[in-house]
């Protein structure tokens, strides 16, 4: 009823178009436009950091085993290992690598499949799971919450690639396209999150392993500071 | 596999000239909502898809949007009760003609988005696109370039131990079959003695999904663990070659050349005119609270003729290289 009577007494311009829709149009620039400007923050970031080689080179290679693990096993439907591996990252590398790893895992990827305004928040989205899976590093050791963890970021990372959809629904912001996606979207999403928890909880303590063989082969200065905190 | 790597072309536009009409192109679809324009626009970008050549990639294309746009179709009338021209499906239960409308016309800018976008992955190709990336962000190129030389030797060696998988399952290397298969499952055992994983276990359907897990992770772990310990040698190497001692230089290079300044000023005059346009609602048809559409109103406008000149250039440029070369 209140949302009724909002659009109802919405002002109308000259044209007879609602006022409110041509407001939305800057928004939504101005939202993509604000995610472009964060991941190319963070890259910057990077950048200014100064990097040895061997980091650069690690990163390289993580994120051409997530590419691959996306596009290898295509032949069995909706598995999807890219996730797996980023979250992965992000636990044991750290925050900034989980979503380096993540964000250039969906742009590489995007070379192969095709590039689209999805692409972007493909990058935010998995960005976010390697970076969130950095934060909460330390709680990973418990079966219960990998997989919570896991099931929750199928779904997040849907939601976050489908804000994509909202440029295509036009000035007037449409509640029932998004409800269109979230169906459309849910057996995958569901998909997604089931393998990401079920790889989580099976191969966590095996990946980290070779994971951390890595980073004290690579990163000597980062493990052993790590180690410290620990 | 990777789109477009081979261009011939005898007129080359900038790639950063590119981007700002494909950018450009992509707003205009959707800020646009009338049926007129949004009709043009899809039949001019199909003219410059298959001037470009795409239609194998087209069905794949229908597979994704179809069901969104049949979806979309549906649901928006069942919620969106706004609209004044009703049509009573039961006593108590009407959509709206506006309603219906509107998702037709949401789902051709969806069409024509990603038909945008299809059109884009033909004309710029990803060396293009890193050229623009590495002026800003050097790093972050070289590790794109890196990964991408990366994925086909993972791919080979992922095809490796995938056949040596294959042997040892079959009983072929029984001794050494043995010894190994314990070591790999070492990362089962770490976990089978917690309640929440013997819930889980006891289900059957449950047991062949982890099983075919416990497969793909076995592959993917080796190659893994193969590819890390192998590009530890790239990065000795490209230490000991003296990567960062001085600065690198791009393989390929772009000069903004007449075409491109043609092309530029072309879009800067037509979107002005479009954007004068679309502040004065034309383009813009209101759908509600009230759709008064008639086939008659030809958008006989010169907002509208700058529109369709707006999106003739890549067509123009597609028949030329055509001419040229027959």
């Known amino acids: ?230 | 596999m990777l789109k477009g790597t081979i261009k011939m072309e005898l007129t080359r536009i900038h790639p950063a000239v590119y981007i700002l009409y494909y950018f450009i192109m992509i707003v205009l679809a959707f800020i646009l909502r009338d049926p007129y324009f949004l009709l043009s626009f899809l039949i001019l970008i199909l003219v410059l898809i298959s001037l470009q050549g795409i239609s194998s990639e087209l069905k794949q294309i229908m597979k994704l949007f179809l069901p969104l746009s049949i979806l979309i179709i549906i649901i928006n009338p069942l919620i969106q009760k706004k609209g004044v021209h009703r049509i009573y499906l039961m006593k108590n239960f009407f959509i709206t003609y506006e309603a219906i409308a509107f998702g037709i016309l949401t789902s051709l800018a969806l069409l024509i988005v990603i038909l945008i976008f299809s059109s884009y992955n033909k004309s710029v190709t990803y060396q293009e696109m890193l050229y623009i990336f590495s002026k800003k962000l050097p790093i972050i190129s070289m590790i794109i370039v890196m990964s991408l030389r990366f994925i086909p030797l993972i791919n080979s060696r992922v095809g490796e131990v995938k056949k040596l998988n294959h042997l040892k399952a079959n009983g072929i290397e029984t001794k050494l079959d043995n010894n190994n298969q314990d070591k790999l499952e070492e990362f089962d055992t770490n976990i089978s003695d917690t309640k929440f994983l013997k819930k889980i276990n006891s289900s059957k359907k449950f047991q062949s999904i982890i099983k075919e897990a416990k497969i793909i992770g076995k592959i993917m772990g080796i190659t893994v663990s193969w590819s890390l310990e192998e590009s530890m040698f790239t990065a000795k190497s490209m230490k000991a070659r003296g990567y960062k001692s001085y600065k690198r230089t791009s393989y390929l290079s772009y000069d903004i050349s007449l075409t491109d300044i043609i092309f530029l000023v072309l879009i800067f005059i037509t979107v002005s005119i479009i954007v004068l346009g679309i502040i004065q609602g034309y383009g813009l048809t209101d759908i509600y609270p009230s759709l008064d559409f008639a086939l008659s109103d030809l958008p006989l406008n010169i907002y509208y003729f700058a529109f369709i000149i707006f999106l003739l250039p890549l067509i123009y440029l597609e028949i030329r290289e055509r001419m040229l070369w027959h």
């Open chain 1, 1 to 230: 009823m209140i949302i009724e009577n909002f659009v109802n007494n919405l002002p109308i311009t000259e044209s007879g178009a609602v006022a409110s829709s041509s407001l939305s149009i800057p928004i939504l620039i101005f939202a993509f436009l604000l995610v472009v400007g964060i991941i190319y923050f963070i890259f910057k970031m990077y950048e200014q950091s100064k990097p040895t080689v061997e980091s650069i080179v690690l990163i390289a290679v993580l994120t051409a085993i997530a590419t691959a693990g996306r596009m290898i096993f295509i032949s069995i439907p909706m598995v999807n290992l890219a996730s797996f591996i980023i979250i992965m990252v992000g636990v044991v590398f750290g925050k900034e690598e989980g979503f380096l790893v993540g964000a250039l895992t969906a742009l590489v990827t995007s070379f192969f499949a095709g590039l689209g305004v999805w692409t972007i928040f493909q990058m935010l989205g998995w960005g976010l799971m390697g970076a969130s899976a950095g934060y909460l590093s330390t709680k990973f050791d418990s079966i219960p919450f990998r997989f919570i963890f896991g099931l929750l970021w199928g779904f997040l990372y849907g939601w976050i690639t489908d804000i994509s959809a909202l440029f295509y629904a036009g000035p007037t912001l449409e509640f029932s396209q998004i409800i269109a996606l979230i169906i459309s979207g849910f057996t995958y999403d569901l998909t997604h999150g089931v393998t990401n928890a079920v790889l989580l909880a099976i191969l966590y303590n095996w990946f980290k392993k070779i994971f951390l063989r890595a980073r004290d082969k690579y990163l000597p200065n980062q493990s052993s500071a790590t180690a410290t905190n620990e």
